[in-house]
């Protein structure tokens, strides 16, 4: 029989391929948007309102909110990139060749997750690159930075493709990032500290996961956060942890990818 | 021969209660081509959609190669090719793109000497940097046996590669599924023509709610239940057979106007003689005769509509 090996790292690389590919072929939607976006929110946020801001923490306010303009791109843009591709095949009926092929479903998940993770980290390096156009930036902790940027991509474009498994339509798959991410990300101290929201709601802000993804970046940028970073890092895994659990579940059940 | 494709008391039960496998057992030797037949919603997509790993069994186990299709789900699938059904490509990739990316999928290294071959058998080196929503649905149909072979599969399976396919493209893929055969390729087709079933298999298995009713090589099959049909133009009807033709197996239509012999294809020829001079005796004269042959459609039917009539 032809050698089988035991990591099929042909297949691995060609899922990945085609999903970069799949990026430049729509360069326009994934990467220019957002920027443009993040840019519209300099020119409002940073310079229209941040002029008449004090600084938050010792920050001066337009840099404060570039870790937050950061991380609100890169959670959006991971759910939806990584829950596109592997809802694509599955609308398209093209996932029949997925499924037939020899790929274990790690090599499965490394690949359309591998394919989302990076493009999310190449469009939050790009998002901070363009910040600096607009505000000097210096960063206290540039490979904690790496890392918050790092993992919080892997952790949503996991969680993406568990959405984009579980959606059976396209307002599915819409419907989480409209209806819970894009609050959460508001309202998760994106664009201003906890520590000056009024102390009940301050309670409440405990509870959005966002914040602690927010403030443990912001931490790497400033060195100072909302809550401690220990707290924020163990959040982040903890959330890796949970979709890497949905994952393992949906392969070993079949869940809605096989009947 | 090797045993190639072993199914054992393959069963599915889909979650909404419907049963499409009974338990079906059936194996397939190394290098024949195998026809399933059956009416809609008989099973033979999901048979197929089993043995790939895209369909998870009820009960039963599947081994291709020798590899079992959910332990060693690497080994096997590396070996299968899978044309399915229905149209499903990246219309927005290019013919080679999505070629190559099927290469890859299946654990192959990269060979474009070997994906332009397969482009070229398929007569779609022309088309190579089309996208492939640019293409007509025979064209798309073609692109997707290229993914299937791109990757030198040992078992191929079509499922109705023929389906809305024009005579020119049904002509190709016989002519390929042949070449394919040379090579010592597996090939498991289903089909709704029959006739295509009769040119290519060698041996035709025949599945009815979700059952494998029959299989058999398609010359004993046709040989076994092939009759041949003689019927006579009388001048005159007959309002009912003459008892003096009783020893033949005779049936008249409605207006007495035709008379149909049935003989098996191994009966001895004489016996038409004798009849046809059994029926001078009695005077009984006609204008034309002609045989027919019972093709594998016909046996096809009856075999069906028989089980439909006990179930
Ligand atoms: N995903 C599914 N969920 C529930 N029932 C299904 C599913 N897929 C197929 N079936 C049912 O299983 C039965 C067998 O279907 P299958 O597609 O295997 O038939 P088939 O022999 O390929 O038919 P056709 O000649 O029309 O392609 C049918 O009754 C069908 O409705
Ligand atoms: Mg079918």
Redesign the interface.
């Known amino acids: 029989?032809?050698g089988?090996?035991r990591f099929?790292h042909?297949?691995v690389?060609?899922?990945y391929?085609?999903e970069m590919?799949?990026t430049l072929?729509t360069l326009l939607q994934s990467i220019a948007t957002p920027v443009i976006t993040t840019s519209l929110y300099f020119v409002v946020f940073g310079s229209a309102i941040g002029g008449r801001m004090a600084n938050v923490d010792g920050v001066p306010y337009g840099a404060f909110i570039v870790p937050g303009l950061i991380m609100l791109a890169v959670l959006t843009e991971s759910l939806s990139n990584a829950s596109f591709a592997i809802y694509l095949p599955k609308f398209?009926?093209?996932i029949?060749?997925?499924?037939?092929?020899?790929?274990?479903p790690f090599e499965i998940v490394l690949a359309y997750v591998g394919a989302a993770t990076t493009k999310s980290l190449l469009l939050g390096l790009l998002i901070l690159a363009t910040a600096r156009l607009f505000v000097p930036l210096e960063i206290a902790h540039p490979v904690w930075m790496l890392a918050f940027l790092l993992l919080t991509a892997v952790a949503f474009c996991l969680f993406g493709f568990v959405l984009g498994i579980w959606a059976n339509g396209w307002e599915q798959l819409q419907f989480v990032p409209m209806l819970v991410i894009t609050p959460l990300t508001f309202l998760g101290g994106s664009f201003y500290s906890i520590n000056m929201l009024p102390p009940t709601w301050q309670t409440v802000a405990l509870f959005n996961p966002v914040v602690y993804l927010v403030s443990g970046f912001r931490w790497s940028f400033f060195d100072k956060g909302d809550v401690a970073v220990g707290v924020s890092l163990a959040f982040v895994s903890g959330f890796l942890a949970v979709c890497l659990l949905m994952v393992w579940w949906i392969f070993r059940s079949?869940y809605r990818l096989?009947? | 021969m090797a045993t190639v494709l072993d199914i054992r008391g393959l069963t599915k039960t889909?979650?909404s209660g419907l049963t499409a496998l009974k338990p079906v057992t059936l194996a397939i030797e190394e290098g024949e081509i195998f026809a399933l037949l059956g009416p809609n919603g008989a099973g033979k997509t999901t048979l197929i959609s089993i043995v790939?790993?895209?369909?998870?069994p009820s009960a039963g186990s599947v081994t291709v190669?020798?590899?079992d299709v959910s332990r060693d789900?690497?080994?096997?699938?590396?070996?299968?090719g899978?044309v399915?059904q229905?149209l499903?490509?990246?219309?927005?990739?290019t013919v080679w793109?999505t070629t190559?990316?099927?290469?890859?999928?299946?654990?192959?290294?990269?060979d474009r000497a070997y994906v332009e071959r397969t482009l070229r058998s398929l007569s779609l080196w022309d088309k190579r940097d089309a996208r492939i929503r640019t293409l007509s649905g025979g064209m798309k149909r073609r692109v997707m046996i290229a993914?299937a072979l791109v990757h030198e599969p040992r078992v191929l399976f079509l499922d109705e590669p023929t389906a809305g396919v024009d005579v020119e493209l049904r002509r190709d893929m016989w002519a390929l599924v042949r070449e394919l055969r040379e090579d010592g390729v597996t090939i498991i087709l289903t089909t709704h023509y029959i006739e295509e079933a009769e040119e290519m298999a060698d041996r035709v298995g025949v599945i009815s709610r979700g059952e494998l009713i029959l299989v058999e090589e398609k010359h004993t099959l046709m040989r076994k239940l092939g009759q041949k049909h003689l019927v006579l133009h009388l001048h005159a009807p007959l309002t009912e057979l003459p008892a003096a033709l009783s020893r033949w197996d005779l049936a008249l239509d409605a207006d007495g106007q035709l008379l149909e012999y049935r003989f098996d294809t191994r009966a001895e020829h004489n016996d038409i003689a004798a009849l046809l001079r059994g029926l001078d005796e009695l005077g009984i004269t006609y204008a034309d005769l002609h045989t027919e042959q019972s093709s594998l459609e016909d046996i096809f039917v009856d075999l069906v509509a028989s089980r439909e009539a006990h179930a």
């Open positions: 029989m032809n089988v090996a099929n042909h297949g690389w060609a899922i391929k085609f590919g799949r072929r398209t009926g093209t029949y060749e997925l499924l037939s092929a020899p790929l274990s079949g096989k009947t | 889909y979650a790939c790993g895209i369909v998870t190669g020798g590899f789900y690497r080994a096997a699938r590396a070996l299968i899978l399915p229905e499903a490509t990246d219309s927005y990739e793109a190559t990316h099927s290469r890859g999928l299946f654990g192959r290294p990269p993914k």
